[in-house]
Nanobody, 122 residues
Framework: QVQLVESGGGLVQAGGSLRLSCAASGRFASSYAMGWFRQAPGKEREFVAAISVSGSSTPYADSVKGRFTISRDNAKNTVYLQANSLKPEDTAVYYC???????????????WGQGTQVTVSS
């Protein structure tokens, strides 16, 4: 089992940036693909980005492509989501999750963090 803790959320104006972090602990923590998802009030959880164990595969949702960047530091067991040019519609609770392979469906992720709130004001 791997434990995940997100941080870095907050309140930012439209056009601003935030860097979210997801610290993983537990056995083989650096051996999992990781994903970021988000859930806005009244909406379903949606895929944002994912990264393979090596970092060579990084799929993104169309809504964030070109604005968000996912990366990982396996020595620190940490995954990052750099979010630039933020928009009010990016407002949501952001979750990181671990999986065997990087993918878009939340069903393949078996461990989830508690989430961090991102609020973008207009």
């Amino acid at each position: 089992q791997v434990q995940l803790v997100e941080s870095g959320g907050g309140l930012v104006q439209a056009g601003g940036s935030l860097r979210l972090s997801c610290a993983a602990s537990g056995r083989f923590a650096s051996s999992y693909a990781m994903g970021w998802f988000r859930q806005a009030p009244g909406k379903e959880r949606e895929f944002v980005a994912a990264i393979s164990v090596s970092g060579s595969s990084t799929p993104y949702a169309d809504s964030v492509k070109g604005r968000f960047t996912i990366s990982r530091d396996n020595a620190k067991n940490t995954v990052y989501l750099q979010a630039n040019s933020l928009k009010p519609e990016d407002t949501a609770v952001y979750y990181c999750a671990a999986a065997i392979v990087a993918g878009l469906s939340p069903d393949i992720y078996h461990n989830w963090g508690q989430g961090t709130q991102v609020t973008v004001s207009s």
